[in-house]
């Protein structure tokens, strides 16, 4: 659900306005919201990706759920109710309250060598797609290239044999003779692959120099649809193929390119979810089930746009700059927006990321810019012009003057 929502009902919850939180599991290990009396019903740690089935919750995260019962500063005790235990898929009260934990790096190093040797070995691999075993990867190589490798080692909670070492030596100096990158970048950007990066780093290098810089810089947000729509199309399908290695058949980049841009403009969800909708009836055989298609939207914008593609989009920017730089156009570097933090905030005219960055929630500032005409307004600026509103008799909801009460209460101290 949308965060300020979310947020909303958390905050009734805790001020007691609301009685009862039915939630999934996921709530109570995320946040700080404990209650007196917790009722648990055979309670699930997420989903499988591949099976869609439910991962049956283990004993140490079930103490910590069990640990919310009870309010500190309020209730002496708290109550958990296990509804019909025998029918539960996991056996969380005989397992160990307790685990040792040790780092997934180190245990990519020992446990699963053989897997990380190939991963490294295998140039063509995309990322995303082993993400635990790309992260590992490509911090290996950066402490390999920067001479810290035998302190990296040196710290593991746990032995690395010899010949282990020697093999993995031995992969890393092959990769180096690859990558031509310079070391901060790679190190700027730890969960892409060097080999991905590099292949941008190429591609750009030599379709600048053959084309010119301006079809590789991505256009602002705001500039005429037309003209960014054709821009982001072609830096999504960029972003796809050499970065996460999608077939050239692939088109979600027609999906994700128009969502991205309207979600950066400002667009409010139910446009969002509207125009996925129609996406979805013009490219499949039956419409599909809007209460499907928001939580789809939902996901897209929380774990794609504001994860992934953050993720990639801050990587090709970089990747770009040093290229324009080898290819004789430092000077357009800094004409390069910063869509990273435009897709973060969903916002990319200063008076919302001003607002936003204000402590407002993207809901509450959508709505503002509505109303507020000037849309290169600082921060400074925008608190004056809520001061000099009437927020009661401004057409928004009550939730959303709530919370910009809250945030110029904050800013007033």
């Not at 659900?1 to 958390?10: A, G, N």
Request: hydrophobic letters at 40%; a neutral charge; glycine letters at 4%.
């Amino acid at each position: 659900m949308p965060p300020l929502i979310r947020k909303t009902i958390e905050d009734y919850f805790v001020e007691g306005k609301l009685s009862y939180l039915v939630c999934t599991s996921t709530l109570l290990q995320g946040v700080n919201l404990p209650a007196k009396n917790l009722f648990m019903l055979d309670p699930a740690k997420g989903v499988q990706w591949d099976t869609r089935e439910d991962i049956p919750i283990s004993s140490v995260d079930f103490w910590n759920l069990a640990g919310r019962a009870g309010r500190l500063g309020k209730d002496f005790e708290g109550n958990v109710f296990m509804i019909d235990y025998d029918r539960w898929q996991s056996n969380p009260l005989s397992g160990n309250r307790e685990q040792t934990v040790v780092p997934t790096f180190y245990n990519h190093i020992t446990e699963r060598r053989e897997e990380l040797i190939n991963f490294i070995r295998s140039a063509e691999h995309p990322s995303g797609k082993v993400e635990d075993l790309e992260n590992s990867f490509v911090k290996l190589f950066n402490d390999f290239r920067k001479g810290r490798l035998d302190d990296v080692i040196q710290r593991s909670p746990v032995k690395i044999s010899t010949a282990a070492i020697k093999e993995l030596i031995e992969a890393l100096q092959e990769v180096e003779k690859r990558i031509t990158m310079p070391s901060a970048i790679l190190e700027r950007h730890p969960s892409v692959s060097v080999y991905r990066q590099q292949g941008m780093f190429a591609y750009l290098c030599k379709r600048i120099r053959e084309d010119g810089p301006d079809h590789f810089i991505p256009m602002h947000p705001l500039n005429e649809w037309a003209d960014v729509h054709k821009n982001y199309i072609r830096l999504f399908k960029r972003i796809h193929s050499y970065f996460q290695g999608w077939p050239p058949r692939d088109k979600r980049h027609t999906y994700f390119a128009p969502l991205a841009i309207r979600w950066m403009r400002g667009d409010a969800l139910v446009r969002l979810i509207d125009d996925a909708y129609q996406y979805q009836v013009k490219h499949r055989q039956r419409a599909p089930s809007i209460a499907t298609v928001i939580r789809q939207v939902l996901s897209d914008i929380e774990q794609d746009l504001r994860f992934r593609y953050v993720k990639y989009m801050s990587c090709y920017n970089d990747i770009l700059a040093q290229a324009l730089r080898d290819c004789d156009f430092e000077d357009l570097v800094l004409s390069i927006p910063p869509i990273p933090l435009f897709l973060e905030l969903g916002a990319s005219s200063k008076t919302m990321v001003s607002m936003i960055g204000m402590g407002l929630s993207r809901t509450t500032a959508v709505v503002l810019s509505r109303i507020v005409v000037d849309k290169n307004m600082d921060r400074k600026q925008v608190m004056e012009w809520l001061k000099q509103r009437d927020l009661e008799t401004l057409d928004i909801s009550p939730i959303c003057i709530r919370e910009i009460y809250e945030m110029l209460g904050k800013h007033s101290v």
